[in-house]
Nanobody
Framework: VQLQASGGGLVQAGGCLRV?????????????MGWFRQPPGKAREFVAS????????YYADFVKARFTISRDNVKNTLYLQMNSLKPEDTAVFYC?????????????WGQGTLVTVSS
């Protein structure tokens, strides 16, 4: 599977932004797709995931209903809608996919898209 993230940019605190990830390849419906982020100078962390087949979602605690993960089955695109953005949300955002039938490990990664939130 191939992943191509896009949509990052500069936004003011309190604003919103949607990042996208174009997904192509085999067995998409058997995968879990996730968003991760890596703030400057920090380790990469999990943000949210969605099971492509039925749309079941899971979020990191820090998201606190500000972010929404979704997918478009027709366009084969993964989204992360981010609202009420804070400067500490500044990070490179990566989309990732698990292997088919292997929900515990993300083996495929997109190139990342930078989100910068100004105060």
């Amino acid at each position: 599977v191939q992943l191509q993230a896009s949509g990052g940019g500069l936004v003011q605190a309190g604003g919103c932004l949607r990042v996208s990830c174009a997904v192509s390849g085999r067995a998409i419906t058997r995968r879990i797709m996730g968003w991760f982020r890596q703030p400057p100078g920090k380790a990469r962390e999990f943000v949210a995931s969605i099971r492509w087949a039925d749309g079941t979602t899971y979020y990191a605690d820090f998201v606190k209903a500000r972010f929404t993960i979704s997918r478009d089955n027709v366009k084969n695109t993964l989204y992360l809608q981010m609202n009420s953005l804070k400067p500490e949300d500044t990070a490179v955002f990566y989309c990732a996919a698990t292997a088919p039938g292997e929900p515990s490990k993300y083996d495929y990664w997109g190139q990342g898209t930078l989100v910068t939130v100004s105060s």
